[in-house]
């Protein structure tokens, strides 16, 4: 919502308004930002928007995409959809109707991100192992979240940087913490942990290089390479606000690249298949 007022502000968008279930919601929002609410979102409404932004929980965004691509370009928070066949369904009916179809990967628009994709530029300058953190606190945890599915940023950052599929997939599930490894065709290994645990939020990605470790702690916002000192990214603007501007600059035709359904269906694929191996060995367990 602050991200929209603000574009609302600079003439970028007309906000139509929002949708909210919960009366109690409903009657926060109105107040807090005198913008209209509603408790539904309706085919009338859909005819009279050029754009919709799904921030809801993962098993409504199926539906909710399916329902308004038919009227309106839509922007979904991650993950797309729950499973590989609905993503391709998104796609498929984005392609059908001409719609702008884009996935929140807000790390594709992290500053740290667009400094590794410098870094790994070279094919002589590859990583060979990459370990991974993306620990939400305990006390977060929701039941019918799965670990994979709703922390599958660093699967994302690997396909944003080096543009491969993993070719061999696995994971593992220790209480609310998930080991997944990931295999990839030029001989790059990949072990992350994803869940929940403690009580700090941890997003950390480290590369290993014959010669060198690169530190990334997308918290503290810097880059340390090991023997080399770090350094630190300062914000000024949020990867959300670059994301939402990029939708934004998607939906009138500009030539910019995006999260597509394609991406969205690829990055699901994985996340299904680890989480699908991690609950086979906990059952083992």
Not at 42 to 60: E, G, M
Not at 128 to 142: A, M, Q
Not at 205 to 219: A, E, M, N, S, T
Not at 246 to 259: E, G, I, M, S
Request: charged fraction near 30%; hydrophobic fraction near 40%.
């Amino acid at each position: 919502m602050r991200v929209w007022l603000a574009l609302e502000k600079l003439k970028k968008i007309n906000l139509v308004g929002v949708v909210e279930k919960s009366k109690a919601l409903r009657e926060k929002i109105k107040k807090e930002y005198r913008i209209p609410v509603f408790d539904n979102i309706d085919v009338n409404t859909l005819k009279h928007v050029d754009a919709v932004d799904i921030v809801t929980t993962t098993n409504t965004h199926f539906e909710l995409a399916k329902k308004c691509l038919r009227y309106a370009n839509v922007f979904v928070e991650k993950p797309l959809a729950e499973t590989v066949r609905q993503a391709r369904e998104l796609k498929r009916l984005s392609d059908v109707y001409g719609r702008v179809l884009m996935e929140g990967h807000i790390f594709r628009f992290h500053p740290i991100i667009k400094a590794l994709k410098l870094m790994f530029s070279s094919k002589s300058n590859q990583p060979y192992y990459i370990r991974g953190e993306f620990i939400s606190p305990f006390n977060t945890w929701k039941k019918g979240k799965t670990a994979a599915l709703d922390n599958l940023h660093l699967f994302d950052i690997l396909d944003d940087i080096f543009e491969k599929m993993p070719i061999i997939i696995s994971g593992r599930v220790r209480s609310r913490v998930t080991a997944a490894e990931l295999y990839y065709p030029n001989g790059m290994y990949a072990v992350f942990e994803l869940g929940w645990r403690g009580e700090e939020k941890e997003r950390i990605l480290d590369f290993y290089l014959r010669d060198k470790i690169i530190h990334c702690d997308f918290g503290r916002n810097f880059i340390e390479i090991r023997g080399g000192g770090k350094q630190f990214y300062e914000l000024k603007t949020t990867p959300l606000e670059m994301e939402l501007e990029t939708f934004l600059k998607a939906v009138k035709k500009k030539n910019v690249r995006y999260a597509d359904g394609n991406i969205g269906a690829r990055i699901v694929n994985i996340a299904n298949q680890v989480d699908r191996y991690a609950k086979k060995n906990t059952a083992k367990a």
